[in-house]
Nanobody, 123 residues
C-alpha cells in the first residue's frame, strides 16, 4: 500500500525560501510520475508542479515558474519542491501525489495523496 508523507512547511517572510519533501513508501518514485498541488481555505486544489517518471520532463504553473523547482531523489525515494522568492499568495496547504491519469494538471489524474503540509508566507 502506497503512502506519501509531506514535510518542510512552516512560516516564512515574503521573499524567503522553503524546501518541501515528500517521502514515499510502498512504491518507488523512479516508476511513478508525481506532482505537487496546493489548496487555500475556501479555494479549489490547484496544480503547482509535476515531474515525469523519468524525471526528464518537469512542469510548472505560471504563477510559480522561475521561483519553484521540482526534483526527486530515487535513492531516498523522496520528491522535493524547492520554493524561493515566496509571496503571501503562496500561502496554502501543499500536497504531493502520484499520477495515474493522462492530465498532469488535474487532481483527478492523481490517486494517491499525502496529508499535506502548511506553508504560510507573511507580508
Amino acid at each position: 500500500q502506497v503512502q506519501l508523507v509531506e514535510s518542510g512547511g512552516g512560516l516564512v517572510q515574503t521573499g524567503g525560501s522553503l524546501r518541501l519533501s515528500c517521502a514515499v513508501s510502498g512504491r518507488t518514485v523512479s516508476t511513478w510520475a508525481m506532482g505537487w498541488f496546493r489548496q487555500a481555505p475556501g479555494k479549489e486544489r490547484e496544480f503547482v508542479s509535476a515531474i515525469s517518471w523519468s524525471a526528464r520532463d518537469k512542469y510548472y504553473a505560471e504563477s510559480v515558474k522561475g521561483r519553484f523547482t521540482i526534483s526527486r531523489d530515487s535513492a531516498k525515494n523522496t520528491l522535493y519542491l524547492q520554493m524561493n522568492s515566496l509571496k503571501p499568495e503562496d500561502t496554502a496547504v501543499y500536497y504531493c501525489a502520484l499520477r495515474s491519469g493522462s492530465y498532469y494538471r488535474e487532481p483527478a489524474s492523481y490517486n494517491d495523496w499525502g496529508q499535506g503540509t502548511q506553508v504560510t508566507v507573511s507580508s
